[in-house]
Structures are given as structure tokens and as C-alpha cells.
């Protein structure tokens, strides 16, 4: 499907170690702050439990699988909200914690509400909450979700597109040829639209979901969206 630009339209690192430096070492400015929160939302099945074992996995080097991943049916594993924190081989934990949220799902019998997703944004969910149910569609949900956050001080938003490798051949062939992609490309550019989520705060992953092995060429995908989360979260303390 598509063709191949012969540079890529986005570029990336050469190598991973200042990227990976970078979100290592990271600690908010704002003395006042001890962590960045970042919450994850979508659609079930869309990656997000693997996205954040995808991120402990670049961290620690080898493949993890501590966010339950659900490859066996539609339904979310991640019932509730859950808070998961990366240590460090020092004992500490990174600066950025991860909330996992169930899916956004069209049907009455699953997924999280997007009233919730506001109570998360503002901080007012506990850690287990149980999560109501909901009706609507998923993308009129992200919207909604996208304008809370943005009328709410401005809480950045980001979005990742996983699942590259499926969605793609000539990813799945060859992983650098991601940011190259014209199909992956146009997909981007049809988020943004329908979301309206600036293009360059949309990145394009491939999930740890098979191999047993981290690799630099998945690695540098995964650092380069993570580290824009951090600066994002970043900037957004240091408006407060
Ligand atoms: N091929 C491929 N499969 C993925 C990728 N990310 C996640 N998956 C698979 O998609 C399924 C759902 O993923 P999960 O993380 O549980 O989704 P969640 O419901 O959003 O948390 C699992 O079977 C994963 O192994 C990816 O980047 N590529
Ligand atoms: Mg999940």
C-alpha cells in the first residue's frame, strides 16, 4: 500500500542516546512538582497498555510486560485506572508516571467515560477508580477529550498512531521506513483534521508486542514521541 519517499518527511535521530539521556535524567524544574502524569486514552485494542510496556521496555532494555495487554478479545484489560511508575536500576522512579485508562468504546457496555477523562485531567481520580460506561463514538470522545484538556490550562495533548507496522507493509518490511511512509503520511495528516491535533505533536509507533528483544530502530520511534510527552509536560510547569 503507498509508496516510499526517498527521505524521510520526518526526521529522526541518528542514534538513541540523547534521546534516551534525555528522558533518563529528566526531573521537572518547577521544584514545586515531583512528577509528570501522563494519562493515556483510545480506543480498546488500540496499543495503549503495550505503549507504556513498549516505554519500560526502551527504559530498561529489554521486553517487559507489566501493563496487561489484552490479545485475546476486544475487551480492555485495563479496567480501571492505573498508575504505573518505571523505576530506575537506582531504586528511584523516572519523573513520568503513566496512567493507563480503558478503552473509548461505542457500544453501552464498555469502555471509560469521557466525563471521567475529565475528572482525570483535573486530577480528581483516585488510583483503581472504576471507571462509569458510556454511549457516543470514539472520535467525537477524543474531541471532546481534546477540548476539556485544552480549555483546562492548557493541558498538552499528543497523539501516537500504533500499530504502524499493521497498518503499513512497507513498515512491517522494514521499520525505517516509517517516517517515509506516503500511506503512514496521510494518515497523519487525516488525524490531525478530524481531531485537530497539530500534525508534528502526532507520531507514528510500533509497539514491543512480538519481539523478544528491544532494537534501536523500534526504540528510536518510541523515544522520539515519548521525549515530546516530557517536554510538553514540561513546558506546561513551567506556565503554571
Ligand atoms: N502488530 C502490532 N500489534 C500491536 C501493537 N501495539 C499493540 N499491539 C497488539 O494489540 C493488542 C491490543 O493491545 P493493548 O495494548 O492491550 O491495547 P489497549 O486496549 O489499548 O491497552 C495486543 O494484542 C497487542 O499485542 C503494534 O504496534 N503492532
Ligand atoms: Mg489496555
Known amino acids: 500500500m503507498g509508496w516510499l519517499f526517498s527521505k524521510p518527511w520526518r526526521t529522526m535521530p541518528k542514534n538513541n542516546e540523547e534521546n534516551l539521556e534525555f528522558v533518563k535524567s529528566y526531573q521537572p524544574q518547577n521544584k514545586d512538582v515531583k512528577h509528570l502524569r501522563i494519562l493515556i486514552h483510545g480506543q480498546t485494542g488500540a496499543g495503549k497498555s503495550s505503549f507504556i510496556n513498549s516505554v519500560e ?106 500499530k504502524v507496522d499493521l497498518a503499513c507493509p512497507k513498515a512491517k518490511q522494514n521499520i525505517n521506513n516509517v517516517y517515509k511512509s506516503d500511506y503512514l503520511k496521510k494518515q497523519v495528516e487525516k488525524f490531525s483534521e478530524t481531531l485537530g ?9 510500533k509497539n514491543y508486542n512480538s519481539e523478544i528483544e528491544t532494537n534501536d530502530d523500534i526504540n528510536v520511534l518510541i523515544l522520539v514521541a515519548l521525549r515530546q510527552m516530557v517536554n510538553f509536560g514540561e513546558d506546561f510547569l513551567d506556565n503554571l
Open 57 to 162: 521496555s526502551v527504559l530498561k532494555g529489554r521486553v517487559t510486560n507489566r501493563a496487561l495487554t489484552d490479545a485475546t478479545s476486544g475487551r480492555s484489560f485495563t479496567e480501571e485506572y492505573t498508575t504505573y511508575k518505571i523505576q530506575k536500576e537506582s531504586g528511584n522512579f523516572y519523573s513520568f508516571f503513566f496512567n493507563d485508562t480503558m478503552g473509548l468504546e461505542n457500544d453501552n457496555d464498555n469502555g471509560i467515560h469521557v466525563e471521567d477523562i475529565k475528572l482525570a485531567l483535573k486530577g480528581h481520580v483516585k488510583e483503581g477508580y472504576q471507571v462509569s460506561l458510556l454511549t457516543d463514538e470514539v472520535i467525537k470522545k477524543m474531541r471532546d477529550i481534546r477540548l476539556a484538556a485544552s480549555k483546562m490550562t492548557e493541558i498538552p495533548h499528543l497523539a501516537v498512531l500504533t
Open 197 to 205: 491535533i497539530p500534525e508534528n505533536c502526532i507520531f507514528l509507533v
